[in-house]
């Protein structure tokens, strides 16, 4: 076995999950695909996955050894290109983890621009609210919306985002504009429980941050969904700027107590360790940062 297609044998089958499924990728037998991975585990003197009937898990040595094969596989590709007189293509899986909201709106639109650059590359990406652990569950990347807790991760701020009070042109036309965030107490409001700022919306009045008690008609933990539900009048919502800007710009929402800010929240693209980081993930960054550069309005921005 020649280390190389040892080291990628391994890649592969970490990627896809199984020996079934490197196999697939590989074009070869899956049993030429286990032996492979055997023969590097014993050149190495170690084991580097734990095999069960149904799935592989890396060991702790395996995920070390994982990092750094990714990155030597894609520098001896973009080696053997340079002689060749070609540039390497990039290639592998990429992980990435989004909120759900953010993430369908924008995040999975960047990355099929990515993908059709990259052709070579796969793309899984989990859109969910809750908080992931990314060496855990082996994500490349995750985008963060709101202050940064892990100082262990690396951060790369790519855009702002700010909460705005909107509401349906018909539900404001029946039930009257607020002028400021006292009237709320008269108007039905939907919350987003991802807020997590209780039953109160935060403005800042007189100069100071206050969060405003409101009623709220339903809850969700979605800001599409709450922007969906400002759209059919079913009251006032506070959402993230990205989530409303198309639909005020289209005359399907307006935005209200504009002379009173809420909160503003930073974007961040978070990762691990850069030392090992495959270039699939620091190309990725790198295109987020030059789309969200190119940033002047949630409303245009992926026309741009």
């Known amino acids: 076995m020649d280390t190389i297609d040892g080291m990628r044998t391994f890649v592969a089958a970490v990627e896809t999950g199984s020996f079934t499924a ?16 055997g023969q590097l585990e014993d050149r190495l003197r170690t084991k580097l996955l734990h095999r069960t009937t149904r799935q592989l898990g890396l060991t702790e040595t395996g995920e070390r050894y994982y990092a750094q094969c990714t990155r030597v596989l894609e ?5 053997e290109a340079g002689i060749k007189g070609g540039r390497a293509e990039m290639s592998g899986e990429l992980r990435v983890s989004a909120p759900a909201s953010f993430g369908a709106l924008y995040v999975q639109p960047l990355l099929m621009e990515f993908q059709a ?8 990406t989990q859109l969910s ?26 951060a790369r701020r790519l855009a702002t985002t700010e909460l705005w009070a909107v509401a349906a ?5 029946a039930s009257g504009t607020p002028s400021h965030p006292r009237d709320l107490k008269g108007h039905a409001c939907v919350r987003d429980t991802n807020l997590r700022s209780g039953s109160g919306w935060p403005f800042v009045i007189d100069g100071v941050s206050r969060r405003v008690a409101v009623q709220s008609t339903f809850a969700v933990n979605s800001a599409t969904a709450s922007r969906d ?18 639909d005020i710009s289209a005359g399907r929402l307006a935005r209200v107590l504009a002379d009173f800010a809420s909160l503003r929240l930073d974007i ?12 699939r993930v620091r190309a990725f960054i790198d295109h987020l940062s030059a789309r969200f550069s190119e940033l002047e309005s949630w409303a245009t921005f992926l026309d741009a």
């Open 22 to 37: 490197a196999s697939d990728r590989l074009g070869i037998s899956k049993k030429l695909v286990s032996k492979y991975v």
């Open 75 to 79: 520098q001896f590709d973009a080696l």
């Open 117 to 124: 650059q990259h052709p070579n590359i796969s793309v899984n």
């Open 129 to 154: 609210d809750r908080y992931v652990d990314m060496a855990e569950e082996g994500f490349d990347l995750a985008i963060r919306i709101g202050t940064l807790s892990d100082t262990s991760m690396i």
């Open 169 to 173: 042109p018909d539900y404001l036309a």
């Open 229 to 246: 539900l400002a759209i059919a009048g079913k009251g006032l919502a506070l959402c993230p700027d990205y989530a409303v800007a198309q």
């Open 268 to 279: 961040h693209a978070v990762y691990l360790d850069a030392r090992y980081m495959p270039p």
